[in-house]
């Protein structure tokens, strides 16, 4: 079977951080962070991002049309500020070394318990988008279609070079969906039994399995 075709990432998904460029970009988007871990995104306003970024609001929303973008921009960084930068401008991250996925996921995994408002937000986020009408619901979707083309492409890859064996029937981007899962889980777990479990390191070992490399 042939691995099927990733969905178009957007351009930050496909190199690590911002150019110099987008320095504007980067600090409405570090303050929105900010702003949705401590007062959930609808306790957050537009216009108090655009102040605690010292710019207008006419150009936040250059930038970022509507909050549900601006949310999404924050989840973009958040998620992949850990991963390796790739070595071309246009390298998809769908081509990383399952290897330096690895290390790269654990590190956000890390960050993550430095930021537990942030992900409690995407926790209650999630749930609450399980409704077809939720405002966050299609780019939560757009988030998981992005990670599950990633880690299920370093899966593909490492089933066809032999070092990974198939799950039980699932193919590459099913249990590229159970490694999503069972991190979101336990995250979940953590935040409600904090200490209980080292969610950094059972992702390691999660991915690992998953690619292989155990």
Known sequence: ???????????????????????????????AAEAFAQKGFY???????????????STLLHHFGKKIDLLLA?????????LPPTDLPG???TEVSAEDLVEGFVGVARNNESAPGLVNLLSTLSAEA??????????????????????????HRQRESGVAAADDGLTAEQSAAVVIATWEGLQVFAALHPGD??????????????????
Not at 43 to 57: F, K, L, Q, W, Y
């Open 43 to 57: 306790g957050t306003s537009v216009r108090s991002i655009a102040r605690e970024a010292e710019v207008d609001h």
């Open 197 to 214: 479990i080292d969610v950094p390191a059972v992702l390691d070992r999660t991915l690992r399995r998953a690619f292989g490399l155990t």
């Open 130 to 155: 399980g409704t077809p009408d939720h405002p966050a619901r299609a780019a939560l979707q757009a988030r998981h279609a992005v990670l599950v083309s990633i880690i299920g492409s370093a899966i």
């Open 1 to 31: 079977m042939s691995e099927p075709s990733p969905p178009t990432l957007p351009t930050a998904w496909r190199t690590r951080g911002y150019s110099t460029g987008q320095a504007t970009k980067q600090l409405i988007v570090s303050r």
């Open 91 to 93: 390298q998809l991250l």
């Open 74 to 82: 924050v989840l973009e960084w958040h998620d992949f500020q850990g």
